[in-house]
């Protein structure tokens, strides 16, 4: 038995792909729109102007008035948590920034110390307290905010003091 091999043919057809019959399409549109407006004369109007001895009339236009901008709401300190840990070794610096914090109507909720490397004094916030956070930072002044990372908790600010606090 023997088999031969027949060689295929390597004649076809390529069609060619919807988005080239589109564009040809769209071609062959575009030219016979352009033909088929090419010869159109142009009108010309005569504009004549109103007469020079009528006043002209200014209507009234109804002025709407300016929309104001919607307040933000108020940032009320006491409802906002505030903890706050010393990274500086000097002994009540968690304690004296958390009396100031105190006395300008933030709520904190505890202090202690701080074990880790933190490159200078950081309020430290969740998403939703960045507003409060930046607020805090001023009242302080304290120059850094970032958001919150654990093991932080995410209800509240944590405020992190190095020794450029204590300045």
Do not use: C, H
């Not at 009339?57 to 929309?67: D, G, H, S």
């Not at 500086?88 to 701080?114: C, Y």
């Not at 930072?137 to 995410?154: I, N, Y």
């Amino acid at each position: 038995m023997s088999r031969t091999r027949r060689s295929r043919s390597e004649r076809g057809v390529a069609f060619p792909s919807p988005l080239v019959m589109l564009s040809i399409i769209a071609v062959a549109m575009a030219g016979f729109a352009f033909i088929a407006t090419r010869d159109a004369d142009l009108v010309e109007r005569k504009v004549t102007p109103a007469a020079a001895t009528s006043t002209p009339t200014v209507a009234p236009t109804a002025v709407e008035p300016m929309k104001k901008p919607k307040p933000k709401p108020a940032l009320k300190r006491g409802e906002v948590y505030v903890e706050v840990f010393n990274n500086s070794g000097i002994q009540g610096l968690a304690a004296s920034t958390a009396a100031k914090a105190t006395q300008v109507g933030w709520q904190v909720v505890g202090e202690d110390n701080w074990v880790g490397s933190i490159p200078t004094t950081t309020v430290y916030y969740p998403e939703r307290l960045k507003a409060a956070a930046k607020q805090l930072a001023l009242d302080l002044g304290v120059g850094r905010t970032q958001p919150a990372v654990e093991p932080m908790k995410m209800d509240r600010l944590t405020i992190i003091l190095t020794a450029d606090a204590a300045s």
